[in-house]
């Protein structure tokens, strides 16, 4: 046999027992061989072929058959958020423990802070469990911002720290700690029972702060927690679906939170008081936008902008597409037709009513977003302007069963249309 043809069978003979081991096959070829040991007899493909010689494998006597299979993918996805409108100016260094709930499990959290009208100089921030009356259930664990301890913003900026082990389940609820001075953004209600603030440096402290109650949302925007990606929801809208009730709130009580709560994914709350699709729009890109991992978006605005001056159902179809154009790129739209409205607190209630029944046909049509249609489930048979009894606790915002009327058939929507 000459020199080339006997490399060319020596070759054969070799590819079939790597075919035998996960190889590639020639065409034309049948692999031979035991699948997997490297002590296999090869045979011969045909009484005139020769037998190659051992194939040493250098892998540890160990053939791959398959891929190494790979780690299950992780990502930061919000497990908490809040829109911060308004201003809270801290004159001397001052720690505040907000009180938040996680819609997320992970292994490892990163913060996102908000400053106010002005600058704001964060001192040192910490994490933990949250205990009772202001104590932590666990140690704090600090929080760093490119290394440091702390960070000095600019007016109305967003900071995120760097990632930090601390491993949270899901609706955990977790104590953010941070001593700070300076110009702080802050929620429009009270909502966040169990938080404090004290002046001076207690971000440490592991034991009740002690202080006051200071129940708004203070300077934490957003908390992402990195664990198996997932769905994320974010909600957008006005008092509604912030959770006012009354001067005395929680943001557990409202919809959004019992929708997380019933569906096991993050629906965390970029709801503002008062707001309409103006400050909506011009707000998205730092509120909403800003954020990473959220996959869908559910919308339910309009209220206020009701029969205000210069605005015709023309134009609340504009806002509410202008919103729908910033969305669409990065979640998947649902809208919610407009509760009922038994008061107005300015202009015609005539015009309220007749233009927000115009506009829940309009969203009704639409195509752009899947329509959840809470006000089907919320308005009285008899008259589409008026809640359900004991639904409502001023004429406009929804009352604690309101709420939960609301987010069962959010929940029922997105089981049937959404996939969970």
Excluded at 26 to 39: F, I, N, R, V, Y
Excluded at 184 to 192: N, T, V
Excluded at 358 to 386: C, K, M, S, Y
């Amino acid at each position: 046999m000459g020199l080339t043809k006997a490399l060319r069978f020596g070759w054969v003979g070799a590819l079939g027992l790597m075919m035998g081991c996960g190889g590639v096959e020639e065409p034309g070829l049948e692999p031979t061989g035991a699948s997997g040991s490297t002590d296999a007899e090869v045979t011969a493909p045909a009484p005139a072929v020769e037998a190659a010689p051992t194939l040493t494998l250098h892998d540890d006597r160990k053939v791959q058959g398959t891929p190494p299979v790979a780690p299950p993918a992780i990502a930061f996805q919000p497990g908490f958020h809040q829109a911060l409108r308004e201003n809270n100016s801290v004159g001397s260094l001052t720690t505040y423990r907000l009180r938040v709930p996680v819609g997320r499990a992970g292994s490892r959290v990163r913060v996102t802070f908000r400053s106010g009208n002005g600058s704001m100089t964060l001192q040192r921030a910490t994490v933990a469990k949250a205990g009772e009356n202001g104590a932590l259930a666990s140690a704090p664990v600090a929080l760093t911002f490119n290394g440091q301890p702390g960070f000095t913003a600019s007016t109305r900026s967003l900071v995120t720290s760097d990632p930090v082990a601390f491993p949270v389940g899901f609706r955990d609820e977790v104590a953010i700690s941070f001593e700070v001075r300076g110009e702080l953004a802050q929620s429009r209600i009270e909502a966040f029972p169990g938080s404090f603030a004290r002046s001076g440096a207690y971000a440490t402290t592991q034991g009740a702060l002690g202080g006051q109650p200071w129940e708004f949302a203070q300077a934490v925007a957003t908390v992402d927690v990195e664990g198996a990606p997932g769905r994320a929801f974010v909600a957008i809208g006005d008092s509604i679906t912030e959770g006012y009730m009354d001067t005395k709130n929680d943001t557990r009580n409202a919809w959004p939170a019992l929708v997380e709560q019933a569906l096991g994914v993050p629906v965390v709350n970029s709801g503002a008081s008062g707001q309409g699709f103006w400050d909506a729009n011009l707000q998205l890109p730092q509120e909403v936008l800003a954020m990473q991992g959220f996959t869908d978006c559910i919308v339910l605005l309009g209220t206020n902008d009701l029969a205000s001056e210069g605005m015709t159902q023309a134009k609340l179809e504009q806002r509410m597409t202008q919103l729908f154009d910033q969305l669409q790129p990065r979640c998947r739209l649902w809208v919610s037709t407009l509760l009922p409205k038994e008061k107005t607190n300015y202009g015609s209630y005539e015009a309220v009513k007749s233009q927000r029944l115009e506009f829940n046909a309009w969203l009704r049509a639409q195509t752009r977003a899947e329509v959840i249609d809470l006000e089907a489930v919320t308005r009285q048979p008899g008259n589409v302007h008026l809640f359900l009894d004991g639904l409502e606790v001023d004429g406009i915002h929804p009352s604690e069963e309101g709420h939960r009327v609301m987010a069962a058939e959010v929940v029922r929507v997105l089981k049937a249309k959404g996939g969970l």
